[in-house]
């Protein structure tokens, strides 16, 4: 009983799962990317009861009883973040009984990733693999898909799981290019006048209604309107993200970050006048345009962060989402350095979900979620974990996918390297 | 009422005189003199002979004689035709005027229309229609036959533009008559095209099925005369089409090519139609020596408001903008034969844009001859296309030169008989007017002044509005007045204008003012012309295309470290030479007296990437999947030489792919391997004396397991329907070895040569397969027929039968991580490749997927960090080991002295995601680099920023513009349906 009262109250207060950090752990001699764009070679870090208390390139403190783990040669990272996925809402991309990240009708922003989420994906643990140790789960279609999370890869239920119910996303209506007709035309006005609706309708819902009837969508859209939550605007078109930067000048105060992808080339100016933050998708896409550079896609985050624009990446999908390190290993080949990198999947993606002060870097006094890996996190070529840690937590490292990797390899009696 | 009923009775008259021999006749008969004396005109009796002054006698709709003695007899009627120009009439190879059928009624019920609701002994698919004679439903059209007139035209070859066999053309004049008299010869030329039209069947759905529905007819008419079991009224027909000359619809330059192709393989007389982008191929197009049938619908510049519809415009387009008017002009400078057709072209947009031809650079008399000679000549009309004795009376009367903007076709006489066109300009306006001292109207542009019929000023001047008066009768509004006209010459000049201008006071004030000519103004000279250089066409005709042509380097790579996938291993300091193409020497401290030296230092040089498993490149349907057997289709008819991705992925590193069918039947295509030559032609991308490749799938696309829930009535549904498929394929094929052996009555069959070819090691499957039942069971089949996979590709469960794969001798071209997106690859691992790589399996890790195909390298790099292989093995899998199951080893895949130079420099470990390419060579020819790509990248922006501020002009100018947004190529997965 005692003890059920003792994890209730974790729960409470650091959202960290029922086993929490017993021992303190020291990890001696790696390459330490702090993921805020700084490194210390052969440093230390240190961490007990879930958190960070130290960082440094000696040795300051000691523990008697910690646990020492020799990462010579071994590169540490805070746990990589993952934005824009839907992992954890899909299990089986063409098994309809298996998705659930889309609700039927238009206007969704009370529907919550969180509850759907399964921590019990068998695709999840490949993620978790690679060094993600947080998901941003977002629902997908509509105008408004509907409240996204932030969640732990390692969980036995959603409450266990979460972070932050961090924004509501809203996808900006745009005209098929191919198909641009007068009804089409008329359609997406109605949808920019539903959208700007739902705004001042949610802004007026603070006040006592005439009807005084609640309304589902209008109270969830208050975490907007107190600027709890952040209103993610998806884009596709260089046209589309003008107007959805018009449209947030027009609806402020309200915390909002853009959701775009190989077009934000064309206004990079816009963006960085805006002050928005910014998430690119899928950064390993085709240029738009046949005449658009060939490298474009890779190059758009780091146009945007050598402005000085906010910017993280995301990667739409499902399984295919595990690659996400990749993504940002690219964006250091085309314009920023690897610690740059580095930062657009940790420190500026727990900045844009707002959970800056205790994500997304090694600093002491953060959550303790950090991974070891034999060589470069973000290239695939040695990117290896040995360790992942979720609040100071050793993570399982093993999933559906290398138990089967092993027990073929025993079949054949070759060795599962 | 009377009155009206006497109006009546005039306008049906013309119609009804020519009404005699077969028809009956309500009231007295009223025979015509029949003899006409055009005098006094400018007679072109063909392009290059001019008479002055000349009389043509028409007697009876044809030509008596055409005379500069003027002498006209006494029983014809005189017309004056001074200050007249006659042609000879335009004739139109390619057009439907006419020309109408009822459809077959179209499947009501669910399902798939399997086979045609044609009635009666007629061919199997509704695309086929060689029984179709176009004059069995041709019809006189008044409007269609006004509209061609009105551009010139008295004959056209008219036919059915609906399938991918036509039937048989009719040649028919637009004179306005029952179509008895109309049509002038049946049968002409028989009609083709690669597009099934309004055929219900699913069969075929792509360009590469329409040609071998195509190809297995021309087969199925030889064997037709052989047999007697079967009566087939349209096999028949096409046993008469083959006979004549055929127009061929082909559309873009690459389709002009394909019919070429097949124009060869049945020795057939084509006369090509094409879309007038002809000039982007030009010299493939001349070796191959059709003539061609080509429009003059240029594109009207495109409209752009900023710069965000600048970007929705391509730069293929953007340039087709600038030289479509010159196509015709560089094909007669290429000496290739082509007429002209006005399809496409409404109404004045056809002469407008043929004078625009005529300024870019295509001689006047070239021009008339495209639409007389030439097209009389290739369909054997000795009696059409120029003046002459004894020659249908078609000529066309101008009021000058045809090809002066201001000249109106005033009337258009055809098989003698006389159509009114328009009645031209009488009028027209001096080059300025004098309204005082201060104020000159100078005219800019003479455009129609008078539209005869309604007396409308059609121009305006300098945009004021005014009053117009002719002759003392007021006329409609207009800005300007004549009152004065100078007849010396035809037309007539106006001498004096007067008008009136509403003050801002709503007051009025009149003004005269006098013609005056304008000493600096040149008289507009017809003759200046807009040459084009074709340093402007791009090979290919897209962004990164270049106007000229990589060559053939020899090249000393100094200092690399070299991935020889040889014995040699990674070897760091290391040279290697390349010359014509090939590779020359490998080794330390070389030396090369002509080379160009490229220091390598801290660089990687490798065999450039093989992609086993690629869909790009690959135009109009990379599925032929409405049948569950389709080997008779090959990739290799379809492949696009202008697709962006074989630019990107040679930035990616890859030097060549093979090109797959689909996986939506169990048996597909037939692949097309092909290296990256960016630039050149389809035919020439394609790796010479390859052996050939095709298609096997299994599993939920085949058995259509995602299509939806409507798609359940082609077979197979179950895996179980799929082995079926296999074991009837293949018996079918045994048998009809056997019977090609014994019987010369044996029908020809495509589809089943493939399978022949399989079973006796000419033909190599690459099976897309993922759970290990239906792998095991096509080794299985394969045993039982006595030949060998090759490939399973995908292959995600392969890891599950690496024994039974090993001791079957396939090959695993697989993916490194992809799984979870069906269900049949829920126990993907990315873990296989390593495993089967272990087991001694030929490993290959392939792309099927335009983006992913261009970072082939780090997918290689997944397999070390999931399987931990090393990097030499790694890297085989994306280069020597696709090669060896290609059968393409010997000559790529590895660095060896006497292979072909597909090299690519890196600049980093190339399975690093750090890795760029730096240069990409194929056959010792450079095709892309980072400095080539740079100047490319220029050279794109420039272009565009050029042609959009030429359009813009354009546009200010007053042309007309339309709202464009430029099609994408799709970009092929193996599952997508089409």
Redesign the interface.
């Not at chain 1, 390993?284 to 240029?287: A, G, I, K, R, V």
């Given at each position: 009983m005692k003890n059920n009262i003792f994890t209730t109250l974790l729960l409470l207060i650091s959202f960290s799962s029922i086993k929490a950090q017993q021992i303190p752990v020291i990890i001696v001699g790696g390459t330490v990317h702090i993921g805020n764009g700084k490194i210390i070679n052969n440093g230390y870090v240190a961490f007990d009861s879930g958190m960070f208390v130290f960082v440094d390139s000696v040795m300051r403190n000691s523990y008697k009883n910690a646990t020492i783990i020799d990462a010579k040669g071994k590169h540490i990272y805070p746990g990589l973040f993952l934005l824009n996925t839907y992992l954890g809402l899909n299990?089986?991309?063409?098994?309809r009984a298996t998705r659930d990240y889309q609700e039927t009708g238009e206007i969704n922003p009370n529907v919550r990733a969180l509850i759907a989420y399964n921590t019990d994906s068998?695709?999840v643990p490949t993620a978790k693999f690679n060094g993600i140790t947080y998901l941003q789960v977002v629902p997908q279609g509509g105008l408004v898909s509907g409240t996204s999370c932030v969640v732990k890869t390692e969980a036995y239920n959603w409450e266990d799981a979460v972070v932050n119910e961090d924004g509501i996303h809203m996808n900006w209506p745009e005209v098929n290019?191919?198909q641009?007709n007068e009804e089409q035309q008329k359609r997406l006005a109605d949808q920019l006048v539903s959208l700007n609706t739902l705004i001042a309708e949610a802004r007026q819902y603070q006040y006592k209604s005439v009807t005084n009837k609640t309304n589902l969508r209008l109270q969830a859209m208050q975490a907007i309107i107190n600027q709890t939550r952040v209103l993610y605007v998806h884009a596709q078109?260089?046209?589309a993200i003008l107007e959805t930067i018009e449209f947030i000048k027009q609806n402020q105060p309200l915390k909002a970050v853009i959701v775009t992808g190989s077009n934000a080339h064309?206004v990079i100016d816009e963006l960085k006048t805006a002050n928005i933050p910014v998430i690119i998708n899928l950064i390993?896409?085709?240029?738009n345009?046949?005449?658009h550079?060939?490298?474009q896609p890779f190059k758009t985050v780091a146009q945007l962060f050598n402005k000085g624009v906010t910017v993280s990446i995301g990667f739409s999908g499902?399984?295919?989402s595990?690659?996400v390190m990749?993504t940002a290993?690219?964006c250091?080949?085309y314009g920023i350095n690897k610690e740059q990198a580095l930062q657009l999947i940790t420190e500026n993606a727990a900045k844009i979900t707002g959970n800056q002060q205790q994500l997304g870097t090694i600093e002491a006094g953060k959550n303790a979620t950090l991974i070891i890996s034999e060589g470069d996190v973000?290239?695939?070529?040695?990117?290896?974990l040995t360790h992942l840690f979720i609040n100071g937590e050793t993570c399982d490292l093993e999933n559906s996918?290398?138990e089967?990797?092993k027990k073929?390899?025993k079949r054949?009696g070759?060795?599962?390297? | 009422m009377r009155l009206l009923t006497l109006y009546a009775t005039i306008l049906l008259l013309p119609f009804a005189l020519k009404a005699q021999t077969t028809f009956n006749v309500n009231g007295p008969v009223n025979p015509l003199m029949e003899y006409t004396a055009y005098t006094h005109a400018t007679v072109f009796i063909n392009p290059n002979t001019v008479l002055n002054n000349a009389t043509i006698l028409v007697k009876q709709g044809k030509v008596e004689s055409v005379t500069t003695d003027g002498t006209v007899p006494k029983n014809a009627i005189e017309v004056n035709l001074r200050g007249k120009t006659v042609y000879p009439s335009f004739i139109d190879l390619y057009s439907n005027y006419g020309v109408n059928m009822p459809q077959p009624i179209k499947n009501k019920s669910f399902g798939e229309q399997f086979n045609s609701n044609k009635a009666g002994a007629y061919a199997w698919n509704e695309a086929l229609k060689p029984e179709v004679n176009a004059a069995a439903y041709f019809n006189y059209n008044q409007n269609e036959a006004s509209e061609l007139r009105s551009k010139g035209f008295a004959v056209v070859l008219t036919g059915l533009q609906d399938g991918i066999c036509r039937g048989t053309t009719s040649l028919v004049t637009t004179s306005q008559q029952e179509p008895h008299y109309n049509i002038l010869k049946n049968n002409v030329t028989s009609s083709f095209s690669f597009s099934k039209g309004t055929s219900a069947q699913p069969y075929p759905s792509s360009l590469m099925g329409s040609v071998a529905l195509l190809r297995q007819t021309y087969y199925d008419e030889i064997w037709y005369n052989k047999q007697e079991k079967e009566k087939n009224l349209s096999l028949v027909a096409f046993g008469n089409l083959v006979k004549l000359p055929a127009i061929f619809d082909a559309g873009n330059k690459q389709n002009v090519l394909r019919a070429a192709v097949i124009a060869k393989e049945f020795n057939a007389n084509y006369i090509i139609k094409t879309n007038g982008d002809d000039y982007q191929r030009l010299q493939e197009i001349k070796q191959n020596n059709f003539p061609l049938i080509v429009p003059v619908n240029f594109p009207k510049a495109y409209k752009i408001n900023d710069a965000f519809d600048a970007d929705l415009i391509s730069t293929s387009d953007l340039k087709h903008w600038e030289l479509a008017p010159a196509n015709l002009y560089f094909l007669w400078k290429n000496n290739i034969k082509f007429c002209i057709t006005s399809q496409g072209c409404k109404e004045q947009e056809f002469l407008n844009n043929l004078r625009k031809a005529v300024s870019y650079g295509l001689p006047k008399n070239e021009a008339l001859k495209a639409l007389t000679q030439t097209p009389a000549s290739l369909i054997g009309a000795s009696n059409l296309g120029e003046i002459k004795k004894d020659a249908l009376a078609n000529f066309i009367i101008c009021n000058g030169d045809l090809f002066d903007e201001e000249t109106d076709i005033l009337e258009m006489v055809i098989q003698g008989k006389r159509h009114t066109i328009s009645y031209g300009n009488s009028l027209k306006l001096a080059d300025e007017y004098k309204i005082n001292s201060n104020i000159t109207l100078i005219i800019k542009k003479q455009l129609a002044i008078i539209d005869a019929d309604t007396f409308k000023l059609k121009n305006s001047l300098q945009g004021a509005v005014a009053h117009f008066i002719l002759d003392g009768k007021s006329l409609i509004t207009y800005q300007a007045s004549a009152t004065l006209v100078d007849s010396s010459n035809y037309p007539y000049t106006i001498k004096k204008l007067t008008g009136f201008t509403k003050n801002t006071d709503k007051s009025i004030s009149l003004w005269d003012a006098n013609a005056s000519s304008n000493p600096n103004k040149k008289k507009e000279n017809n003759t200046t012309t807009k040459l084009l250089s074709d340093s402007l066409i791009w090979f290919p005709f897209n962004d990164f295309g270049s106007n000229t042509l990589a060559k053939q380097q020899k090249v000393l790579f100094k200092n690399a470290t070299v991935w020889t996938n040889e014995e040699l291993g990674i070897s760091s300091q290391t040279d290697v030479i390349i010359a014509d193409g090939k590779i020359t020497a490998v080794g330390k401290n070389l030396s090369c007296k002509d080379c160009e030296v490229i220091d390598a230092a801290g660089k990687h040089l490798t065999n450039g990437i093989i992609d086993e498993h690629s869909h790009i490149a690959i135009t109009h349907g990379v599925n032929e999947g409405t049948q569950a057997v389709t080997s008779e289709v090959r990739i290799g008819d379809a492949v696009n030489a202008d697709d962006i991705n074989i630019y990107r992925q040679l930035a990616g590193g890859v030097i060549a792919a093979q090109l797959l069918h689909g996986s939506a039947n169990p048996i597909g295509g037939q692949s097309a391997l092909i290296k990256l030559r960016w630039g050149l032609a389809p035919e020439k991308m394609k790796i010479e004396n390859a052996p050939g490749y095709i298609k096997f799938a299994l599993g939920e696309n085949v058995k259509q397991a995602n299509w939806g829930d409507g798609a359940t009535t082609r077979y197979p549904q179950t895996r179980m329907g799929v082995e079926q498929v296999f074991v009837d394929a293949f018996t079918r094929a045994k048998e009809y070895e056997q019977k090609l052996k014994t019987d010369k009555t044996t029908r020809k069959d495509l589809e089943l040569d493939a399978l022949v070819e399989i079973l006796n090691s000419k033909r190599f499957i690459t099976c897309h397969s993922y759970v290990q039942s239906e792998i095991n069971m096509l080794m299985h089949v394969a045993d039982t027929f006595g030949f060998r996979v090759n490939t399973f590709t995908h292959i995600l469960e392969g890891y599950k039968v690496a024994d039974k794969m090993k001791k079957h001798g396939v090959n695993a071209s697989t993916f490194a991580d992809w799984w979870a997106y069906k269900y049949e690859v829920i126990d993907a691992i990315p873990h296989n490749a390593a495993i089967l790589n272990r087991m001694g399996v030929t490993v290959a890790v392939n792309s099927d997927d335009a983006e992913m195909g261009r970072r082939l390298n780090q997918e290689a790099a997944k397999i070390i960090k999931y399987g931990n292989v090393s990097e030499e093995e790694a890297w085989k899998m994306v280069t020597l080991n696709p090669a060896k199951m290609l059968r393409i080893e010997n000559r790529t895949g590895s660095i060896k002295a006497g292979k072909d130079a597909d090299l690519v420099l890196w600049n980093n470990n190339p399975l690093s995601i750090y890795a760029k390419p730096e240069m990409t060579y194929v056959d010792g020819i450079c095709y892309y680099s980072l400095s080539k790509d740079e100047k490319l990248r220029k050279q794109v922006s420039q272009t565009r920023a050029k042609l959009i501020s030429d359009i813009l002009q354009a546009q200010k100018d007053g042309a007309e513009s339309q709202i464009h947004i430029s099609e994408l190529e799709p970009n092929y997965h193996c599952q997508d349906e089409e």
């Open positions: 299990e089986i991309d063409a098994v068998r695709v290019h191919y641009k078109s260089a046209k064309l390993h896409s085709l240029p345009r046949n005449h550079d060939i490298d499902s399984w295919e595990r690659n990749y290993g690219t250091a080949a973000l290239d695939m070529k040695e990117s290896k996918q290398t089967l990797y073929y390899s054949y070759i060795e599962a390297k | -």
